[in-house]
């Protein structure tokens, strides 16, 4: 973190967090490190309730969001305001319904929530953590224009559609993600190999092979909300420790 942020100098850092504690969700610990080193914001996804220590502190954690459609009652928060050397973004995030568990409507409540912020905040980011390509990109149009930002995640490789639509949003599909390349999707490749080949119930365990790390960055107009520029990060550990 230190190296990005001297390289890159963002205002705020927004980072995904459902599978941070070894893939299966995220418990107080790590999310109170993310914070010390200087992540301003968390969202989650469909692995949000995975490690059941989140219940003991989501209610209590204002810069962490949980999908915003999950049903009315559900713990936690599904927009909230980060603020990070003198800036402040909107943070919504979302979850797909497509090869993901059934949930409310995203398009609908991606509608409500963004107009509801809009009254007070120009520069809002939506994470849209979604399993299908299709319904990603279908939400960066239904947005476009409403958010500064439409950025996927879930699917863990990082596309290569980076964009700004042309009524100033900027998208991409999928960020990428962060851990080992040399396991499939940060998984163990053994273990993920014997599931496809046998389909006997296995055991996943996370990979501790070299890393690789995936980000994006995007500069936003603070008078209109638009968005002036989108650039992906992609780092490789033998890279990194060469720079």
């Not at 490190?33 to 996804?45: K, N, R």
């Not at 469909?46 to 490690?51: A, F, P, Q």
């Not at 973004?89 to 979850?95: D, E, S």
């Not at 409500?112 to 980011?125: F, S, Y």
Request: glycine letters at 10%; aromatic letters at 8%.
């Amino acid at each position: 973190m230190p190296h990005l942020k001297s390289k890159y100098n963002p205002h705020i850092i927004v980072a995904n967090g459902e599978n941070a504690a070894a893939g299966r969700g995220i418990n107080a610990n790590i999310a109170r490190e993310f914070f010390e080193q200087g992540i301003h914001g968390l969202t989650m996804g469909n692995h949000t309730w995975d490690n059941k220590e989140i219940f003991d502190f989501i209610d209590d954690e204002p810069r962490m969001v949980r999908p915003a459609n999950f049903p009315p009652g559900t713990p936690g928060l599904g927009f909230t305001v980060v603020k990070g050397n003198g800036k402040e973004l909107a943070i919504v995030n979302l979850m797909g319904r497509t090869f993901l568990p059934a949930i409310d409507d995203p398009f609908r409540a991606a509608d409500e929530i963004v107009a509801q912020l809009a009254k007070k905040h120009k520069c809002i980011l939506v994470d849209f953590h979604a399993e299908a390509t299709s319904e990603k990109i279908a939400m960066g149009w239904h947005l476009d224009g409403r958010a500064s930002m439409v950025v996927g995640t879930h699917t863990h490789v990082q596309s290569n559609d980076d964009t700004i639509l042309p009524q100033g949003t900027a998208y991409l599909t999928d960020t990428g993600m962060v851990g080992s390349r040399e396991g499939i999707l940060g998984m163990e490749r053994t273990a993920v190999l014997r599931k496809f080949t046998t389909q006997l119930p296995v055991r996943f365990q996370v990979c501790e092979g070299k890393w690789h790390f995936h980000a994006v960055i995007v500069d936003i107009d603070e008078a209109t909300g638009k968005a002036q520029k989108i650039q992906k990060i992609r780092l490789l550990e033998d890279e990194w420790l060469m720079d």
